[in-house]
C-alpha cells in the first residue's frame, strides 16, 4: 500500500492568512493526487484532482501543487467557512487517504 | 437535487451482519462507477469497496476481503454494502459516494458526490 503523510497536523492561523499544507506519498504517485475539505458532522467535500485542477464550484482560493511524492493545498486568504480539517488522497493505486490537517483558529 | 442517502447502520455484536443501503437521484445512477469509504471515529476516510456500473467489477479493501459484498440495483437507483462477521474495528461512519470516471466508462477513484454517511457501530 502506498502510505501518505499531512503536515501539520494542526495548524493554528487567522482570517485573512496565507495556509499552506503539505502532503507527502511513500512512492511516486505522478498527479493522482486529490484534495478534499471535512467539517465536523459532514461528508468530505471535493476540492482539488489531479493535484492541481479546481473542481466547479470551489473558491479560486484554494490552489494545489506538486508531483511525484510531494504536494501542497494552498488557501491564498483564509475566510471563516475554511475553518475544517483537510484530507489528502492518493489513486494512483487504489485509494488512500492522509491522516488530516485541522485548520484552526488562531 | 443531485443526493445519495445512505441507511441501514445501528448497534451490532461481533460476528454479527448488517446491510448498507444508499439511494441515489437526481443523476443517471447507472453510467458511474460506485463506492463505499468509512471513516472512524478522530480517523481519516478508508476506501471500503467499489463497484462498475453493471455490478459486474468489484474490488475490496484487504481487511474486508471475504467478509463485506458490494452490489447494486440500477432499477432502483441503489448502492448496497452487505457486511458479515462484523469486527469492533469496523465501527465507522460508512459513505456512499461516486467515481466521476475517466471519461471513458472507467472508475477514476477519486470521489465527487458523497452521501451524509451512516454511523455503524459493533460492540458488544
Known amino acids: 500500500d502506498i502510505q501518505m503523510t499531512q503536515s501539520p497536523s494542526t495548524l493554528s492561523a487567522s482570517v485573512g492568512d496565507r495556509v499552506t499544507i503539505t502532503c507527502r506519498a511513500g512512492q511516486s504517485i505522478s498527479r493522482w493526487l486529490a484534495w478534499y475539505q471535512q467539517k465536523p458532522g459532514q461528508a468530505p467535500k471535493l476540492l482539488i484532482h489531479t493535484a492541481s485542477t479546481l473542481q466547479t464550484g470551489v473558491p479560486s482560493r484554494f490552489s494545489g501543487s506538486g508531483s511525484g511524492t510531494e504536494f501542497t493545498l494552498t488557501i491564498s486568504s483564509l475566510q471563516p467557512d475554511d475553518f475544517a480539517t483537510y484530507y489528502c488522497?492518493?489513486?494512483?493505486?487504489?485509494?488512500?487517504f492522509g491522516p488530516g490537517t485541522k485548520v484552526e483558529i488562531k | 437535487e443531485v443526493q445519495l442517502v445512505e441507511s441501514g447502520g445501528e448497534l451490532v455484536q461481533p460476528g454479527g451482519s448488517l446491510r448498507l443501503s444508499c439511494a441515489a437521484s437526481?443523476?443517471?445512477?447507472?453510467?458511474?462507477?460506485m463506492t463505499w469509504v468509512r471513516q472512524a471515529p478522530g480517523k481519516g476516510p478508508e476506501w471500503v469497496a467499489n463497484?462498475?456500473?453493471?455490478?459486474?467489477?468489484?474490488y475490496y479493501v484487504d481487511s474486508v476481503k471475504g467478509r463485506f459484498t458490494i452490489s447494486r440495483d440500477n432499477a432502483k437507483n441503489s448502492l448496497y454494502l452487505q457486511m458479515n462477521n462484523l469486527r469492533v474495528e469496523d465501527t465507522a461512519v460508512y459513505y456512499c459516494?461516486?467515481?466521476?470516471?475517466?471519461?471513458?466508462?472507467?472508475?477514476?477513484?477519486?470521489?465527487?458526490?458523497w452521501g451524509r454517511g451512516t454511523l455503524v457501530t459493533v460492540s458488544s
Open positions: 463497484i462498475d456500473q453493471d455490478g459486474s467489477e468489484k
Open positions: 459516494a461516486r467515481d466521476p470516471g475517466d471519461g471513458s466508462g472507467y472508475y477514476i477513484w477519486y470521489f465527487d458526490l
Open positions: 488522497q492518493q489513486y494512483n493505486t487504489y485509494s488512500v
Open positions: 437526481g443523476f443517471t445512477f447507472n453510467k458511474y462507477w
